[in-house]
């Protein structure tokens, strides 16, 4: 097999879009900690917050900088991963690590805020999440999409943004009021879960390879300059590199097959741990309210029975 090492440093640790992320870093540091008493409202920045950050955007980097994303192109079982990573791991860390005092400025933008209060809806946000989700994995999507730096940049950025909004009813805590609790927030994982099913069952079972930018051919190398500058994938072209078969042993319908596992078995284990500790909360506010929420189901069984 050919080592991945001879599309160069660019490709493999995208030095630009670490410097991008970097740079963001900086900037969420300025605002937090040395310029925050420029605004108002603002609170101190919490230790938490700075580590979910932090590992949000270090989980950005490896799915979209690191050699996973020049694997991602190559074999579709690593862009799933990349996926499932992006959308359903370092999406909830973000939201997380951003200080509610910023949320709350942010949600005040007049037309901003409008807008985001209707996209966190929970039906529309699992909605939203779902369609875009099995859309972009239709082949004529996936294929037309990696055939175009513009449109593969904007509909990532648009697919992690629907991620975006599909977990601020699960972890933000600006938004009391219109947050889920308890036994809401199970049943809409449980739905998230099952909506994006038949998009992976559809790849899992196909018996035909149908992504002609993970095949063989001038389709998966002209996909390759999404990641790889143009120079060095001339020059390997020229060289007889011929196809995604060179870097791996897997045939083409297996890695396709195997991606869809993967993306269904991770989602499995994450929504799994969510819901571990979704239950686990739920349980201990139940207990630790337990004399408070008696008091109020006898008020309300009371002023039923005035009705009767």
């Not at 196809?243 to 890695?255: A, T």
């Not at 499995?268 to 239950?279: A, D, K, P």
Request: proline share 5%; net charge positive; aromatic share 12%.
């Amino acid at each position: 097999m050919v080592p991945i090492s001879i599309f160069g440093f660019v490709a493999l640790w995208s030095p630009y879009f670490f410097t991008f992320l970097l740079a963001m870093f900086l900037l969420y540091l300025l605002i937090t900690v040395k310029w925050r008493d420029r605004f108002s409202g603002s609170e101190p920045l919490k230790r938490r917050e700075l580590i979910d950050f932090s590992i949000g955007l270090l989980l950005v980097y490896v799915t979209k900088g690191s050699p996973v994303d020049l694997l991602g192109h190559i074999l579709f079982t690593m862009h799933m991963v990349q996926m499932a990573i992006l959308l359903l791991v370092a999406a909830p860390f973000l939201i997380m690590g951003i200080p509610n005092w910023i949320w709350r400025k942010v949600f005040a933008v007049p037309v901003l805020g409008g807008f985001l209060h209707i996209m966190t809806k929970p039906i529309i946000s699992l909605i939203v999440f779902s369609g875009m989700f099995s859309v972009y994995h239709l082949p004529l999507i996936l294929d037309t999409i990696k055939l175009s730096i513009p449109l593969h940049a904007a509909f990532t950025i648009t697919l992690f943004i629907s991620a975006l909004f599909l977990w601020w009813p699960i972890v933000n805590t600006l938004d009391v009021k219109r947050r889920l609790q308890g036994l809401s927030k199970i049943g809409y994982i449980i739905a998230s879960a099952i909506l994006i099913t038949p998009a992976c069952a559809l790849i899992i079972f196909v018996d035909v390879p149908v992504y002609e930018t993970y095949q063989s051919g001038e389709a998966w190398l002209q996909s390759m300059a999404l990641c790889v500058p143009a120079a060095t994938l001339g020059t390997l072209a020229n060289a007889g590199l011929s196809g995604p078969e060179v870097f791996s042993n897997m045939p083409i319908l297996y890695d396709q097959q195997l991606g869809g596992v993967i993306m269904k078995v991770l989602q499995e284990i994450i929504y799994g741990v969510v819901l571990g500790r979704i239950f686990i909360n739920w349980f201990r506010h139940e207990r630790d309210n337990a004399d408070e929420l008696t008091k109020k189901q006898l008020l309300e069984r009371e002023r039923l029975s005035m009705y009767s």
